[in-house]
């Protein structure tokens, strides 16, 4: 029962569902700037989960972590993000996915996987051990499944950074952190991987007047 646990894994717990909600909300948005915000909420989750385990730890390096988390993630990507889509003129336009029923409930399905296949770690692990790394397996597989159901280059970019949000929150909750050098290399790699989109989503729009995915792969088979 959630209410027998201590104070301090009921917090991760709870953290960790809204969370793994955040990520079925970036898959129901309709509106990339709607993405964009959801995406900031689901950094600021992963930062306060970061500090309450450098509180309850007392790895002290986390701080650093969740400060970092919260500077890339819920300030200057989104504002990045933010900036680039009103540059390209496409923060009105529709970002919906087909059969979004269909799409929610294969997100469901893929969180049951994620328990499923966690179920053999509870004879080494605690249950908020277990139940975390589920979750974080739940909000990585949920984070392919938008780049594989979104056609709009923008969208996928938000959800390769939903994944990554997933791996970063398993090794905070799970493990305690990763070693100073290895979470400053991953902020660097996401920081770069969001200059290396905007120019990307400029080229695309440059060659095809579009950020539609779809019609660069339309393009490629012409060219066949």
């Known amino acids: 029962m959630l209410t027998q646990l201590p104070l301090y894994q009921q917090a ?9 909600f955040t990520s079925f909300a ?3 948005q309709q509106r990339v700037l709607s993405m964009i915000h959801v995406f900031a909420w689901q950094g600021l989750l992963v930062a306060a989960t970061t500090a309450l385990v450098a509180y309850d730890s007392g790895a002290h390096h986390l701080y650093f972590s969740a400060a970092l988390t919260l500077a890339l993630k819920v300030l200057l990507i989104p504002w990045l993000l933010h900036r680039l889509v009103h540059r390209l003129g496409i923060h009105r336009q529709p970002h919906a996915v087909a059969h979004p029923a269909v799409v929610l409930m294969v997100a469901a399905a ?12 509870h004879q080494l692990a605690h ?8 979750i974080s397996m739940a909000v990585v597989l949920l984070g392919m499944l938008m780049l594989i159901t ?8 938000i959800g390769f950074m939903s994944l990554e949000n997933g791996l970063f929150f398993a090794a905070v909750a799970a493990t305690h952190g990763m070693p ?7 902020a660097f ?14 080229h695309i ?11 660069l792969n339309r393009l490629a088979e012409r060219e066949e």
Do not use: C, H, W
């Open 127 to 134: 249950s908020i051990t277990r139940n975390t790394i589920a």
């Open 26 to 28: 970036l898959l129901a």
């Open 110 to 121: 893929l969180v049951i996987f994620a328990y499923y296949v966690t179920l053999p770690i």
């Open 180 to 186: 100073m050098v290895v979470e400053l290399g991953v």
């Open 205 to 215: 729009r440059d060659s095809i007047d579009s950020l539609d995915v779809g019609r």
């Open 12 to 20: 991760i717990l709870t953290l960790a569902a809204m969370i793994l």
């Open 150 to 157: 979104r056609n709009k280059a923008v969208s996928q970019v």
């Open 189 to 202: 790699d996401v920081l770069v991987a969001a200059v290396i989109f905007g120019v990307f989503f400029f």
